[in-house]
């Protein structure tokens, strides 16, 4: 039987029947979400932190395989329960509990797929100006409104739909991705690569901290939504793996390439915080813009509309109780409402959404942790009727993941600093742990306020929250799973 058109399918168990889904079908909706050329701007930020192109190498490439490799762990409870990552979170933080990170969750979803948009937006702008066509207010609004009807149309469609459009963006933005780096090869200079000064240890772990939660990290929170479909026979090594190269084959090559750019031109390191996509595609002859246009667009809305459909679900769980094309469509409002903020009114687009990741980083890293924790310790499929019943085995709170997640997150908090200052004065509270504990001063200059020490940027912070919350759930709540096991 043919897959409906929309998909009706909400927070609800995914019927047995309708569990048709293979390992290797992950592949597609990670990849065509993370094919896209705003990986290359990485490459920039990344040599932000003041390290060499080797040491961005390994800190790129370590970020980016393990963020996504988390992803998969997670996306075991997506085959072992058939139900959205937060409606399977219940099993960790209780019913009721569980809305505490769903409300984190929802906000990591919203900042995403408005990102995504904006990126697309201001991508168009560029290259209607560089080849003459348009430009202005017109030109912004009319992509805006026909790249936000996009991301919503598909993610009200749903599953289905989604996968569909994925496998096949997945060749068509993969080959143009090719023929872009090809085309941009004459403007690597590796001499000027080469050049740049080696960073310290604190640096790289500050750019690893960034890289993981621009990948993976970001991602994590709407790992299962896509292994909710999978038989549950199919083996939890098969759907890691297929998370993981999914998710990072495209980043890997992306980034280094992205480096080698950056690296090379002082003037892409300069624009790209405001324009990614943009910026890159003025590297390109003018015959070949139009093509990696409209693939760069789509590799942005393919991003986009993962998340539109996720935070619709995450919605749902929060006990909003509207039928999930609904919620999709109420997340659309909101994301074209945020791309029409930035793109007409905000004065930078790079400053406040680092911050942002920092800041949502933090407590996103916290929960996945107690999550990751949770589903390595289970032993047995979830008891579906009890993830909707506040009396049932999962209970209403569970306290200890409640208070593990609280109290990572604030001592995540302390350790990470607002690097952003000017751009994002509203996350200037950041960062309080490090002066008692040595790790960096607070400068209040009056030509701009900064932090100094070695350990003050490197956001030891979002590491902090994901492997203490991990350590603590694997010892602290061992004995309460398997007692909810034991009474299955």
Not at 199 to 217: D, I, P
Not at 274 to 289: E, R, S
Not at 367 to 394: C, H, K, M, N, Q
């Amino acid at each position: 039987m043919s897959a409906p058109l929309v998909e009706t399918t909400g927070i609800e168990i995914v019927e047995e029947s309708q569990r048709t889904a293979r390992p290797r079908d992950l592949f597609w909706p990670w990849f065509a979400a993370n094919v896209s050329v705003f990986g290359m701007s990485y490459g920039s930020w990344v040599l932000g932190f003041g390290i060499s192109f080797a040491q961005a190498v390994v800190v790129s490439l370590i970020g980016i395989v393990i963020s996504f490799a988390l992803c998969g762990l997670i996306a075991i409870a997506g085959k072992r329960g058939s139900a959205p990552t937060m409606i399977l979170s219940r099993a960790a933080f209780g019913v009721h509990g569980q809305k505490v990170p769903g409300i984190v969750s929802w906000l990591t979803s919203i900042g995403w797929e408005t990102m995504l948009a904006i990126s697309a937006v201001l991508a168009t702008a560029t290259v209607f100006q560089a080849l003459g066509l348009a430009s202005g207010t017109a030109v912004l609004v009319i992509a805006t409104l026909v790249i936000a009807a996009i991301i919503v149309t598909a993610s009200v469609l749903g599953y289905h739909t989604i996968m569909r459009i994925q496998s096949v963006l997945t060749w068509a933005t993969g080959a143009m991705t090719i023929v872009f780096m090809v085309l941009t090869i004459p403007h690597i200079d590796l001499a000027a690569v080469a050049s740049a000064p080696s960073g310290s240890v604190q640096q790289m772990v500050g750019a690893l901290v960034m890289v993981m939660t621009g990948f993976g990290l970001g991602w994590i929170n709407i790992a299962a939504d896509w292994s909710r479909y999978q038989r549950r026979s199919t083996s939890d090594g098969a759907i890691v793996a297929w998370n993981t190269i999914g998710g990072s084959a495209a980043p890997v090559i992306l980034v280094v390439f992205g480096l080698l750019l950056a690296g090379s031109d002082a003037d892409v390191m300069a624009r790209i915080g405001d324009d990614p996509v943009g910026t890159l595609v003025t590297l390109l002859p003018l015959w070949a813009l139009i093509p990696f246009w409209i693939v760069a667009v789509l590799t942005l809305v393919s991003g986009a509309v993962n998340g539109i459909y996720s935070s619709g679900l995450t919605l749902l769980s929060l006990g909003i109780r509207i039928p999930r094309p609904a919620a999709a469509f109420l997340d659309g409002a909101i994301l074209t409402a945020g791309t029409i903020w930035v793109v007409f009114f905000a004065t930078s687009f790079i400053g406040p959404f680092q911050s942002f990741l920092i800041t949502l980083g933090v407590p996103i890293a916290s929960w996945a942790g107690i999550l990751i924790a949770d589903v390595l310790t289970r032993r047995r499929d979830y008891d579906e009727a009890a993830l909707f019943d506040p009396s049932g085995r999962y209970g209403s709170v569970d306290w200890i993941s409640i208070v593990t997640f609280a109290a990572t997150s604030l001592v995540g908090w302390g350790l990470v600093v607002n690097s952003y200052a000017e751009d994002a004065p509203w996350n200037n509270w950041q960062g309080y742990l490090l002066e008692p504990l040595r790790m960096g001063t607070f400068v209040d200059d009056p030509a701009g306020a900064y932090w100094d020490g070695t350990w003050a940027y490197a956001n030891l912070g979002v590491l902090f929250a994901l492997v203490a919350s991990f350590l603590i759930t694997l010892l602290a709540r061992r004995g309460r799973i398997r007692q909810q096991e034991r009474d299955a």
